[in-house]
């Protein structure tokens, strides 16, 4: 029972992940930057602290008390990771759900388990593996392995994406997704993958705030809520100081209140966006802790993910009119990001 409750919750964190994004395209006459600002509100402020105060008791005085630099490393790693969660949102607006799910994951999930190897390489930390280490035993070449073979899908993808630009007319390729750009989409969906692996690092060095918050009486299932606070802080500022510029820059800070749009449906719309990016890490706390295996959930969690972005690419009618051969090209990259995210798994559990 417990397995199928952990399955459960991954699923509904994986498939609020992958469908975050849906919201926004019902988001008419914002600009960009206004609608993903005012949804970041709900996904790395509002959302946030409603979840720590509803599952962690005295979770202000947990932060305020951590040593500094625990909140400082912790806060540098969100600020990082709010680069990849920014480009995750242009790699999509330029590439497609499909697509630029498949990147910009493929990229997170490699270097996710990478990361943290090469700081521990750097400054070795007592029972924390480190990529030398990896290089050295069976479960971490299995690792490395998928690293390399997740990085092939990227590229075959890639190429898929190439194959798709030769191929439709531009009327067709802005058909489905609006501002398709497949060179500066790539480029972006590149560094949001890096990037976005940032937040398990953050994750791990806001690790004493969590147990403190399990003394202070939390339930581990929810322990990481409080640690989530300091690193959404850090995706906050970036992404403010981001679209704060970018509204200067365009002017289009007056759409919130936009004569003939309707506003108040652009701000539901976006808030429910913003609110299930958030989703994702509630309930992949709560797996988690259900399957009691880390490697488990991570290969449920990203295949989720994946699945329902490119589900909902299908839907969307995103790799309509491309010939059978472009589309294979594609589904064999899938194929290969897919295996990645099992060689990984199956490293990490080595």
């Not at 959302?47 to 806060?75: C, M, N």
């Not at 590229?155 to 058909?175: D, W």
């Not at 990016?277 to 509630?282: A, E, H, I, S, Y």
Request: proline share 2%; aromatic share 14%; charged share 10%.
């Amino acid at each position: 029972m417990q397995v199928i409750l952990g399955i459960i919750y991954h699923t509904i964190g994986g498939v609020s992940s992958g469908s975050f994004y849906m919201p926004y395209k019902k988001v008419k006459g914002w600009a960009w930057e206004v609608f993903w600002l005012f949804g970041g509100l709900f996904s790395w402020l509002i959302v946030p602290f409603l979840a720590a105060w509803i599952t962690i008791p005295h979770y202000r005085e947990i932060i305020s008390l951590a040593s500094g630099d625990v909140k400082q490393f912790t806060y540098i790693m969100g600020l990082l990771w709010g680069i990849g969660g920014l480009t995750y949102g242009l790699g999509v607006r330029y590439l497609g759900m499909s697509l630029g799910n498949s990147v910009v994951l493929g990229f997170c999930s490699a270097f996710g388990a990478l990361v943290p190897s090469v700081y521990y390489a750097i400054y070795p930390v007592e029972g924390k593996t480190s990529i030398i280490q990896m290089m050295q035993h069976t479960g971490g070449q299995v690792v490395l392995l998928g690293v390399a073979v997740c990085l092939a899908g990227i590229a075959i993808t890639g190429r898929a994406g190439m194959m798709k630009e030769n191929e439709l007319s531009h009327e067709e390729k802005t058909g489905s997704v609006e501002e398709f750009h497949l060179v500066k989409g790539l480029t972006i969906a590149v560094i949001s993958g890096i990037l976005s692996s940032f937040f398990n690092f953050g994750i791990e060095a806001g690790k004493p705030m969590a147990e403190q918050a399990v003394v202070q009486g939390a339930n581990p299932l929810f322990q990481n809520n409080v640690t989530y606070i300091v690193v959404l802080w850090g995706g906050l500022t970036t992404n403010f100081l981001w679209c704060a510029y970018l509204m200067w820059k365009n002017r289009t800070l007056s759409d919130f209140g936009k004569k003939g749009v309707a506003n108040t449906r652009n701000a539901l719309f976006s808030a429910f966006a913003g609110t299930l990016w958030f989703l994702q890490f509630f309930f992949y706390g709560m797996g988690e802790s259900r399957l009691g295996n880390g490697a488990s959930s991570w290969i449920l969690h990203m295949a989720t993910i994946i699945l329902t972005a490119n589900l909902w690419g299908v839907w969307l009618k995103e790799w309509n009119g491309v010939s059978a051969q472009t589309r294979r090209t594609f589904l064999f990259g899938l194929g290969l990001i897919f295996a990645s995210i099992f060689l990984v798994g199956i490293g990490n559990a080595l």
